[in-house]
T-cell receptor, first 117, second 112 residues
Framework: DTEVTQTPKHLVMGMTNKKSLKCEQH?????MYWYKQKAKKPPELMFV???????INESVPSRFSPECPNSSLLNLHLHALQPEDSALYLC????????????????FGAGTRLSVL | KQEVTQIPAALSVPEGENLVLNCSFT??????LQWFRQDPGKGLTSLLL?????REQTSGRLNASLDKSSGRSTLYIAASQPGDSATYLC???????????FGKGITLSVRP
């Protein structure tokens, strides 16, 4: 099973709302990632967690707040977003961050399409 | 700073044709390169991963090659089918934290 599950699939929110995106994997992976993808653009890395600790924050605005409560679950809490934050948010996981043969394959979820009104 | 380029941005071919998708990168100090497929509005599906020490990887009708010294990779698709229509992205891993740098992708359309 190489499945990464993201919920919800679609989300519409106002600029004053608070919402959360959820990502789950049961492959025993210890690294999890959030990416943002605008239309017709490549994914851009936002955050990386390794062993439930934040490893990379790509200078993401504080209105995006990641959380990794356990090794299988990754959340992205959203507050006071702007219309330009509308995008496809992708979660990915990999065995770890090591440079070894199999560990670096990143498996992606189907994404959450977010619209901010 | 690593930059990944995929040209052309779009490609249309008749069914049955063999085709090559190109990817180039500026910094040859990579750990691996990964090819993905993305259908419209969907997530990414990993197709092939090539480690820096490898020259090629094969999966079914797909073959990916890597020439690290020249900063190039190709994805070869044999006997293309309409179901192969999608956007194909390559991504290189150059960081200790497995950070992927993506190209903008090539949107492939295979005509029946």
């Amino acid at each position: 099973d190489t499945e990464v599950t993201q919920t919800p699939k679609h989300l519409v929110m106002g600029m004053t709302n608070k919402k959360s995106l959820k990502c789950e994997q049961h492959m025993g992976h210890r690294a999890m990632y959030w990416y943002k993808q605008k239309a017709k653009k490549p994914p851009e890395l936002m955050f990386v967690y390794s062993y439930e600790k934040l490893s990379i924050n790509e200078s993401v605005p504080s209105r995006f707040s990641p959380e990794c409560p356990n090794s299988s679950l990754l959340n992205l809490h959203l507050h006071a977003l702007q219309p330009e934050d509308s995008a496809l948010y992708l979660c990915a996981s990999s065995q770890g961050l090591a440079r070894g043969l199999a560990k670096n394959i990143q498996y992606f979820g189907a994404g959450t399409r977010l619209s901010v009104l | 700073k690593q930059e990944v380029t995929q040209i052309p941005a779009a490609l249309s071919v008749p069914e049955g044709e063999n085709l090559v998708l190109n990817c180039s990168f500026t910094d040859s100090a990579i750990y691996n390169l990964q090819w993905f497929r993305q259908d419209p509005g969907k997530g990414l599906t990993s197709l092939l991963l090539i480690q820096s020490s490898q020259r090629e990887q094969t999966s079914g009708r797909l073959n990916a090659s890597l020439d690290k010294s020249s900063g190039r990779s190709t994805l070869y698709i044999a006997a293309s089918q309409p179901g192969d229509s999608a956007t194909y992205l390559c991504a290189v891993n150059t960081g200790a934290n497995s950070k992927l740098t993506f190209g903008k992708g090539i949107t492939l359309s295979v005509r029946p």
